[in-house]
């Protein structure tokens, strides 16, 4: 069954640093969002992505988030300075719209 | 805005006995679906269960099932015959038909299977 991967699986930076977290969604899928888990709190929305462009955001995905689809298959997620609040897992998801939205495994962002 | 709320932070079953995790929902939306997701001490999502809130028939995947009652705004997850495997914490999320394409998460019921 085809799969949306994540990676790094854990990435570590320093405050202040920019860090790109990478997926690729499952091929025939359309629409793709990240999502945000900090430790022990509930899964939070932070952007979907469709037809090239952002079409909804959190209040969370402020000017120091961006995402990009630069080839046709990956899906990045960059955060530009990071801060300490930052450190949470990030799940990227993706959907053909008609059904349910498909995970990947995450990736865990600690910053030091 | 919707709102998904789980009232249980955790639950503990003993393996092969039957557990029902609780969620409510708020929402104006008329048209809307529901799902359950594990997420297993891997972090994985996965998942478990979907219904679609004009579909008056409760969905069922093997050993999970749902009672959805559309009026009282409640979708809660009954696990049946719990495995050890069937131990992580539960997500009941919303997704609307109305406009917005995200899933909205309730915090979780953290399930424990006792052997």
């Known amino acids: 069954e085809p799969e949306v991967t994540q990676t790094p699986s854990h990435q570590v930076t320093q405050m202040g640093q920019e860090v790109i977290l990478r997926c690729v969604p499952i091929?025939?899928?359309?629409?793709f969002y990240w999502y945000r888990q900090i430790l022990g709190q509930k899964v939070e929305f932070l952007v979907s992505?469709?037809?090239?462009?952002?079409?909804?955001k959190s209040e969370i995905f402020d000017d120091q988030f961006s995402v990009e689809r630069p080839d046709g298959s990956n899906f990045t997620l960059k955060i530009r300075s990071t801060k300490l609040e930052d450190s949470a897992m990030y799940f990227c998801?993706?959907?053909?719209?008609?059904?349910?939205?498909?995970f990947g495994d995450g990736t865990r962002l600690s910053i030091l | 805005a919707q709102t998904v709320t789980q009232s249980q932070p955790e639950m503990s079953v003993q393996e092969a006995e039957t557990v029902t995790l609780s969620c409510t929902y708020d929402t104006s939306e008329s048209d809307y679906y529901l799902f359950w997701y594990k997420q297993p001490p891997s972090r994985q999502m996965i998942l478990v269960i979907r219904q679609e809130a004009y579909k008056q028939q409760n969905a069922t995947e093997n050993r999970f099932s749902v009672n959805f009652q559309k009026a009282a705004k409640s979708f809660s997850l009954k696990i049946s015959d719990s495995q050890l495997g069937d131990a992580a914490m539960y997500f009941c999320?919303?997704?609307?038909?109305?406009?917005?394409?995200?899933?909205?998460f309730g915090k979780g019921t953290k399930l424990t299977v006792n052997p």
């Open positions: 992505f469709y037809n090239n462009e952002i079409s909804e």
């Open positions: 998801a993706s959907t053909t719209g008609f059904q349910p939205q498909h």
């Open positions: 091929s025939n899928h359309l629409y």
């Open positions: 999320a919303y997704y609307g038909q109305g406009g917005s394409e995200k899933l909205v």
